[in-house]
């Protein structure tokens, strides 16, 4: 490894491969891993950028190998030492945000044809005792949006048990579990027999739940309340192909979405302002927002966006409609369907007699927090048993 003071950088060449990799001073002055600058259990920053010295420079720098293996040293000008390992170092390359895109790429796009080839099943008693299965189901949730769990019985508290094995449930106007059944008392469509559109759950919250789990405990044997979804991200991707001009208004002009009623012992009047679709500072998509009940008859843009808006949600909804899973897939007492709220569109169709579901929510913080704990806890399991 070559290494070398350029442009407020340094810059480390590997001899193998000729590949250059460059950290600015600054940034490696403020990033010290010093005990001094960094706790040595949580590695957080102990350093405040108040008193950071922002134009250090080094007056002694080498890498070198020891038992832990190579690292990079650096004594600065005030006199302070710093080492930082390879490793350390590699994992944090400026590489114009590639991570974040290969983190995108783990989203896998499906379709109605595809659909029953990616939708994977657990055992209820797996994901319960094993965390082997609690991960590969988490990460199914997280690369497809959906996955069943089966033999779930029909206790009513399963749901909180499922996510209490993740982290915990998150709690809503609607309280902490939900029972969705005909309610002639609620304010809440989805509380009635009748179809239900294909829409997201919450619009109406800025944070609205990441993920919705819905135990089936009665379910009509006559044909009727056969589950509906899509993919939004693949709505949007053939969007944004096909129309780029009506992709960008619903990526852009807000929506004024409410909830008002009673449920749970609460009134709420819940407002939230988003375009259907939300993109991030990268240009990738990072959430949809849709439900037509809860979308205000107020629309606070001008005249022209309300032309704009309603030829583009038109394209949404015929591509969504086009391509939405129908009929081929109606949950069985004791299933628990478990999908992101921030992708899938679901709906379901209407239905005679009886039928109850529970629902729950979890937020994709918990989810993706518990997936990089366990896959780090069994890592180390396989690292101390090979
Ligand atoms: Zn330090």
């Not at 809503?172 to 239900?196: I, K, M």
């Not at 005679?352 to 518990?370: F, M």
């Given at each position: 490894?070559?290494?070398?003071?350029?442009?407020?950088?340094?810059?480390?060449?590997?001899?193998?491969?000729?590949?250059?990799?460059?950290y600015?001073?600054?940034?490696?002055k403020?990033?010290?891993?010093?005990?001094?600058?960094?706790?040595?259990?949580?590695?957080?920053?102990?350093?405040?950028?108040?008193?950071?010295?922002?134009?250090?420079t080094?007056?002694?720098?080498?890498?070198?190998?020891?038992?832990?293996?190579?690292?990079?040293?650096?004594k600065w000008?005030?006199?302070?030492?710093?080492?930082?390992?390879?490793?350390?170092?590699?994992?944090?390359?400026?590489?114009?945000?590639?991570?974040?895109?290969?983190?995108?790429?783990?989203?896998?796009?499906?379709?109605?044809?595809?659909?029953?080839?990616?939708?994977?099943?657990?055992?209820y008693?797996?994901?319960i005792?094993?965390?082997?299965?609690?991960?590969?189901?988490?990460?199914?949730?997280?690369?497809?949006?959906?996955?069943?769990i089966?033999?779930?019985?029909?206790a009513?508290?399963?749901?909180?048990?499922?996510?209490?094995?993740v982290?915990f449930?998150?709690?809503?106007?609607?309280?902490?579990?939900?029972?969705?059944?005909?309610?002639?008392?609620?304010?809440?469509?989805?509380?009635?027999?009748?179809?239900?559109?294909?829409?997201?759950?919450?619009?109406?919250?800025?944070f609205?739940?990441?993920?919705?789990?819905l135990?089936?405990?009665?379910?009509?044997?006559?044909?009727?309340?056969e589950?509906?979804?899509?993919?939004?991200?693949?709505?949007?991707?053939?969007?944004?192909?096909?129309?780029?001009?009506?992709?960008?208004?619903?990526?852009?002009?807000?929506?004024?979405?409410?909830?008002?009623?009673?449920?749970?012992?609460?009134?709420?009047?819940?407002v939230?302002?988003?375009?259907?679709?939300?993109?991030?500072?990268?240009?990738?998509?990072?959430?949809?927002?849709?439900?037509?009940?809860?979308?205000?008859?107020?629309?606070?843009v001008?005249?022209?966006?309300?032309?704009?808006?309603?030829?583009?949600?038109?394209?949404?909804?015929?591509?969504?409609?086009?391509?939405?899973?129908?009929?081929?897939?109606?949950?069985?007492?004791?299933d628990?369907?478990?999908?992101?709220?921030?992708?899938?569109?679901?709906?379901?169709?209407?239905?005679?007699?009886?039928?109850?579901?529970?629902?729950?929510?979890?937020d994709w913080?918990i989810?993706?927090s518990?997936?990089?704990v366990?896959?780090?806890?069994?890592s180390?399991?396989?690292?101390?048993?090979?």
């Amino acid at each position: 490894m070559e290494v070398s003071v350029e442009n407020s950088e340094i810059r480390l060449r590997s001899i193998a491969d000729g590949l250059c990799s460059a950290y600015p001073l600054v940034w490696l002055k403020n990033n010290c891993q010093c005990p001094e600058c960094a706790s040595n259990t949580s590695g957080a920053r102990k350093l405040v950028i108040r008193d950071l010295k922002f134009h250090s420079t080094p007056v002694d720098y080498r890498v070198s190998s020891n038992n832990e293996g190579d690292e990079l040293y650096v004594k600065w000008d005030d006199g302070h030492e710093s080492t930082y390992g390879l490793q350390w170092l590699s994992v944090r390359k400026f590489n114009g945000g590639q991570q974040h895109h290969l983190e995108h790429q783990r989203r896998v796009k499906w379709t109605a044809e595809t659909f029953s080839s990616i939708l994977r099943s657990f055992k209820y008693d797996d994901i319960i005792k094993r965390d082997d299965t609690l991960l590969t189901w988490l990460d199914s949730l997280a690369t497809y949006g959906i996955a069943i769990i089966k033999d779930c019985g029909l206790a009513e508290n399963r749901v909180k048990e499922l996510a209490e094995r993740v982290g915990f449930l998150k709690r809503t106007h609607y309280g902490e579990t939900f029972r969705v059944e005909v309610n002639t008392d609620a304010t809440n469509l989805a509380y009635r027999s009748s179809y239900l559109q294909l829409h997201t759950d919450l619009p109406y919250y800025e944070f609205a739940p990441g993920v919705i789990l819905l135990h089936c405990i009665v379910q009509p044997e006559n044909a009727g309340g056969e589950s509906e979804t899509v993919d939004g991200f693949y709505v949007c991707e053939l969007m944004k192909d096909k129309y780029p001009t009506q992709y960008k208004a619903l990526s852009t002009i807000p929506v004024m979405w409410t909830d008002r009623g009673h449920d749970n012992g609460y009134n709420f009047h819940c407002v939230h302002h988003s375009p259907i679709i939300r993109e991030d500072q990268q240009g990738m998509i990072k959430r949809i927002k849709f439900s037509e009940h809860q979308r205000d008859s107020k629309f606070p843009v001008t005249l022209n966006n309300v032309h704009i808006w309603y030829n583009a949600v038109e394209k949404f909804v015929k591509i969504a409609y086009d391509n939405q899973v129908m009929s081929s897939f109606k949950m069985k007492p004791g299933d628990i369907l478990t999908f992101d709220n921030h992708r899938l569109l679901h709906g379901r169709k209407g239905y005679e007699g009886s039928r109850l579901l529970i629902g729950g929510y979890l937020d994709w913080d918990i989810v993706n927090s518990r997936i990089r704990v366990l896959k780090s806890q069994l890592s180390d399991q396989i690292s101390t048993t090979s």
